[in-house]
């Protein structure tokens, strides 16, 4: 039989006891996880709005490119080129006319002047003069009208080429507008997104012991609005 002795606990035991269970656990501090929450948030929208300026920035970059692209193709500058081309066309086919009626006036004063011999008027030599160096003069204002021809020919290939070209990144410029014109709704979304989301995050703080009747009734039917919208 065991004695009472025994069966009383000794302070040692009583001690170990008190050591083994668990002490309750303190109830988290609400304002330290609401700030944790807040500063999160902020981090987000400050985030987005970094995304949204870097969009505007983009898009802007973009819309300068298309803008000269634009310039080089434009199909009115390809018109004046032809127009223009045209004109001096018509201006060769004038000077090349009126070369081909010196030419042969030359050619009749001169079988004039070898069929009559010394029997020739001094004027008739005078305007056989007068017509060679005429024919000069229209001979070298044909090959500057030809040489002006040539280079209009060549702007001409080059604007279309650069037309063409041109229009090709114009096409690729505008996918790329609209894509960034995209991202940047899409960040602006999800700004408006993340500010009402700070706005929601910040009213889980607020005491509703300390509001008045009135206004603890508000605040339930807001409430019961959000979760109808919610649900």
Known sequence: MTSPSNRISSPNTNRKRARDEPSPRKPAKRQNTHWATSNTASQNTVSITRRINECETRLQTLEAEHAVLSQDGDPDTISRAKRLLGATAIRRGTAATKLN??????????????????????????????????????????????????????????????????????????????????????AEWDLDNALLQQRIDALSHVDVSTLAFNERLRVSKLVQQIAEIVD
């Open 101 to 186: 009626k010196v030419k042969e006036a030359i050619k009749q004063m001169a079988k004039t002047i070898r069929d009559c011999h010394d029997v020739v008027p001094a004027l008739l030599h005078q305007a056989l003069k007068a017509s060679q160096t005429d024919y000069n003069s229209s001979e070298g204002e044909l090959q500057e009208i030809k040489r002006l021809e040539a280079e209009q020919i060549q702007q001409l290939k080059d604007t279309e080429l650069k037309y063409r070209q041109a229009d090709s990144k114009r096409k690729e410029l505008s996918k790329q507008i609209d894509r960034c014109k995209l991202n940047l709704r899409r």
